[in-house]
């Protein structure tokens, strides 16, 4: 009840928040738009075991207030970039994590996201790197209220013509022109002093060099952030895999996977598999063999939901497999044949079909990216033979 009672007195007031064990290692590192509501989530009945685990080996929590969500987002970036706790790390590394770069050595730097897998592209002392960041989602909405206070380039350096952005007060005038390199890194070493948490410091300079800027820091909008807490039944859905099966007239069947992680396509993670003769023109059976080979792969992210172009028939039949093999991951059907209605597994838990519900115009896109795909690479693996 220690820990509970910690929960109840935090102060409903956005910050970051650490679990810790009986020998004050770090096991978790969160953020919250109010510390006393996403504590108190923690001691539900029904969580996800891996939050179950986690509290079960905590013995206590301390919390950090930060002024606003967004300094919540960025402190909650560099405390597990330096502690790296066991409990935010779902898969064997950080390729799964978005991260921030501002990239120095050029004229008009900008902030670009990265996936961790990228960033060994851009080691170099003079490119600065922010994260890990846990939801790309937030990161993007964090972005845009930076930019407000602090605008920065994302157009054609001295292009004569000046761009959107420019014209609604986003882009300080690189387009044309109108601000040197020299003043334009000004402004973004004032975004790498916010992103590294240094408030003080920055405070401190504005007052100096645009008192303005202090103001509109202070009063920075974040409508965009404060998101309702995510109830911690509900897996984090950073990543979903759609399925589908394409053959030739029972012929070279070809299986696809393609991925949606972070709120958006990535195709660098879409694979084919080539399916084995004796299951060729067995629907359900080459289906099995996709999804059983691909969960083999250790070394790729897991995935937060597995979609498969189809209904009923075959999410009973791969249920079993999952039954038999202890597969916790949601795994739900869609078919078009089907008028399009969500076919879940058997046990899934309530919270994770209506968020599953919410994402289905995005599932049905991923469908159809699926099938398109399959369809496009069986093709050209047929025609090279």
């Keep these: 009840m220690k820990l509970l009672e910690i929960a109840k007195k935090a102060p409903h007031k956005p910050g970051v928040y650490k679990y810790l064990d009986k020998d004050e290692n770090i096991l978790y590192i969160g953020r919250a738009t109010s510390l006393r509501s996403r504590l108190k989530q923690y001691f539900q ?3 996800d075991d891996r939050i179950k685990e986690m509290v079960l080996l905590a013995d206590n929590i301390e919390y950090i207030e930060t002024a606003s969500v967004l300094e919540a987002i960025i402190l909650e970036a560099n405390l597990i970039k330096k502690y790296w706790p066991k409990y935010n790390v779902k898969d064997k590394d950080d390729r799964s994590f978005s991260y921030l770069i501002i990239d120095k050595r050029q004229d ?5 996201i990265v996936r961790g897998r990228e960033l060994k592209k851009f080691i170099s002392d003079k490119v600065a790197v922010f994260g890990p960041y846990q939801s790309q ?7 845009k209220l ?3 206070v602090f605008p920065y380039s994302t157009c054609e350096p001295n292009s004569a013509r000046a761009c959107f952005d420019y014209q609604i007060g986003l882009c300080p005038g690189v387009c044309i022109s109108e601000i040197s390199s020299k003043e334009y890194k000004k402004n973004i070493e004032k975004i790498v002093m916010l992103l590294k948490g240094e408030r003080t410091r920055l405070i401190k300079t504005l007052k100096k060099e ?4 202090v103001e509109a820091l202070k009063n920075l909008q974040e409508v965009t952030l404060l998101q309702k807490e995510k109830d911690l039944k509900t897996p984090e859905l950073s990543r979903i895999e759609a399925y589908d099966i394409s053959h030739l007239s029972a012929k070279e069947a070809y299986g696809s996977m393609v ?11 879409y694979r084919l598999f080539k399916i084995s003769e004796e299951n060729s023109g067995d629907d359900l059976h080459s289906m099995l063999e996709v999804l059983s080979r691909r969960l083999k792969h250790l070394e790729w992210p897991r995935p937060d939901i597995i979609l498969l172009d189809g209904g009923k028939p075959q999410v009973d039949f791969l249920s079993h497999y999952f039954d038999e093999n202890n597969i916790t991951i949601p795994l739900v059907g869609l078919s078009k044949y089907g008028g399009d209605v969500l076919v879940f597994r058997k046990g899934t838990n309530k919270s994770v079909k ?4 919410l994402l289905k115009p995005k599932l049905q896109e991923l469908r159809e990216e699926a099938h398109r795909f399959c369809l ?4 050209k693996r047929r025609r090279i033979k």
């Design 376 to 379: 496009q690479a069986s093709k």
């Design 146 to 148: 930076i930019r407000q």
């Design 259 to 269: 991925v949606f992680t972070n709120n958006e396509i990535d195709k660098s993670q």
């Design 354 to 357: 209506e968020l599953i519900k």
């Design 45 to 47: 009945k029904q969580v």
């Design 108 to 112: 008009f730097p900008k902030p670009v």
């Design 210 to 213: 645009n008192p303005e800027q």
């Design 137 to 143: 989602y937030l990161l993007r909405r964090a972005l």
